[in-house]
């Protein structure tokens, strides 16, 4: 049975979206089909195709009383939306149902789990947020919400874990078919911390032990977890808020993190080896990855900044996107991050220029554009005579630009937002140490309308960042402090009508 809150949300969206089916969109990134989107959830490859549902308030560009939106797509790049998956309808969700997962049941159905939340008024009249887990089960396009619900709750909790932090269950099945689930909290003294439940069902869960613990480290509150296994090794992906910067590492305020370790599926103990910052630019949080038919794990985020999110005006029918998503693999102990190969499908008119030394500034014929794919290989022209500083600056005309720049010497690549278009005291411009000989680097960008990815040497590092400049500012060009030797390959991205369906 479909509830009324949740039938009044799929007509709202079908039909606000027709009214705005003109404003212009990021061509391949999945954006909210109408309102508000936050984080990834529920990402999943179910009967034939990917699922990606997300945080979705409808009726607003503003986050507000959380929904599930709902979209589906074979290649992760055409999507397609289906009717909202779930509202806030029941006693125990009224206030919100928050981020979680989705498994196939061992029946066929699809299991999702997710947050639900519940106001409770204080002595002093003030609201607390009560967050307990629960579960729908459906058939991909309807859920219907499981009548024992909350399956965990208060009760559930180890000594001194919040009830007010206790949320986005993430799902994943063992190698013996049961399910484990690790879920976010924060300790007594309101430090993060990942608790691990099991269940032999994916109905009846037991709490298992406090996977990993924060200790101070990294933030407050640690979200949106993810656990799974990587090229032998085992990762835990979190999404600590309130963190302070280390070097170049883990950037102020909210952002995900990844610990890769060993993890005893008897003992279900993770012993952490290595520990970075996932995304080095301004905009990529609450990540989570699904592991396709062909044995790939995908990571997908929402590409936005919790402290830059809400500048936009009430009027704008649409606010959010995802970030491209990601095929993740672990080399020398860290995290590599690259597109999905899907993207080469989308390639067209390809330009190419090879051995250009220059110095100062050039244009190149034919490069230009807001929906591309550019690799740049850069090199000195000689090892006695490295340049000083090479920028490429997009989204570009007389009045704006974007720009990544990148300083041999400090090793030092640079996102600079700046010029964008952006009339806000927000941060513009982000930093990260990079591996580079005598100057040699490689950088592939992927620019899509309102947002720029960079994936430098192979994925080593990579930074997300949303520009909201005017579409028609399309120019590029390159600079050159010293002497730069470049190779470039550009491709448009054009991503209609691949399969003639969407
Ligand atoms: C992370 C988050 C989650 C929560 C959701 C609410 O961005 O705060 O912890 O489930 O957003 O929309």
Redesign the pocket.
């Known amino acids: 049975m479909i509830s009324q809150i949740l039938r009044d949300a799929r007509k709202y969206e079908e039909t606000t979206e027709k009214i705005n089916s003109d404003t212009i969109r990021p061509a391949f990134h999945l954006s909210t089909r109408v309102g508000w989107m936050?984080?990834p959830n529920g990402f999943s490859f179910y009967k034939g195709e990917y699922h990606l549902f997300y945080?979705y308030h409808p009726y607003n560009s503003h986050?507000g009383l959380?929904y599930w939106g709902h979209a589906v797509s074979k290649d992760l790049l055409h999507w397609t939306y289906l009717p909202a998956a779930l509202a806030p309808d029941t006693a125990y969700d009224r206030d919100?149902c928050?981020?979680g997962s989705a498994v196939t049941l061992p029946d066929g159905r699809q299991l999702l789990m997710y947050?639900g939340v519940l106001k409770e008024t204080q002595p002093d009249g003030s609201t607390c947020d009560i967050q307990t887990q629960c579960i729908a089960v459906g058939d991909g396009i309807d859920y219907e919400k499981y009548l024992k619900n909350p399956v965990l709750s208060e009760k559930d909790l180890p000594e001194g874990a919040s009830k007010y932090d206790f949320?986005?269950p993430k799902i994943f099945q063992k190698s013996d078919g049961s399910f484990g689930c690790v879920i976010?909290n924060c300790d007594s003294k309101k430090d993060g911390q990942i608790l691990l439940y099991n269940s032999l069902d994916g109905f009846n869960w037991r709490f298992d032990k406090i996977l990993e613990a924060n200790k101070g480290r990294l933030g407050k509150m640690w979200?949106?977890p993810d656990f799974f296994t990587l090229d032998g090794k085992q990762v835990l992906i979190i999404?600590p808020q309130d963190m302070m910067p280390q070097g170049f590492e883990y950037h102020n305020g909210?952002g995900t993190v990844c610990m890769i370790g060993e993890y005893d599926e008897e003992t279900n103990i993770f012993q952490e080896e290595h520990t970075q910052t996932v995304d080095y630019g301004i905009d990529f949080?609450?990540a989570q990855t699904v592991l396709a038919p062909d044995g790939r794990r995908i990571m997908i985020g929402?590409m936005q900044n919790?402290d830059t999110c809400n500048m936009n005006s009430s009027e704008q029918p649409w606010f959010g996107q995802m970030s491209l998503p990601r095929e993740l693999s672990i080399k020398n102990g860290r995290l590599i991050q690259k597109p999905i190969k899907e993207l080469d499908n989308i390639h067209k008119n390809e330009v190419r220029y090879e051995n250009i030394t220059f110095t100062d500034i050039i244009k190149l014929e034919g490069i230009k554009g807001r929906k591309i794919d550019m690799e740049l290989n850069l090199q000195s022209n000689s090892e006695q005579n490295i340049y000083r500083k090479f920028a490429v600056r997009f989204a570009q005309n007389d009045t704006y630009q974007t720009s990544i720049s990148f300083r041999p010497y400090e090793s030092i690549i640079k996102v600079d937002r700046k010029f964008s278009g952006s009339r806000r005291a927000i941060i513009h411009q982000r930093r990260s140490l990079v591996r580079n000989e005598n100057g040699k680097i490689k950088l592939r960008i992927i620019l899509d309308n309102f947002s720029v990815e960079v994936f430098v040497n192979d994925g080593e590092q990579v930074l997300s960042t949303t520009i909201y400049t005017d579409l028609k500012a399309d120019h590029i060009s390159f600079f050159a402090d010293g002497l730069v030797t470049m190779d470039v390959v550009k491709y448009d991205l054009i991503a209609e009508d691949v399969y003639g369906e969407n």
């Open positions: 936050n984080d945080q986050w959380m919100g928050f981020s947050t949320r986005d976010g979200e949106c999404s909210n949080y609450a929402w919790w």
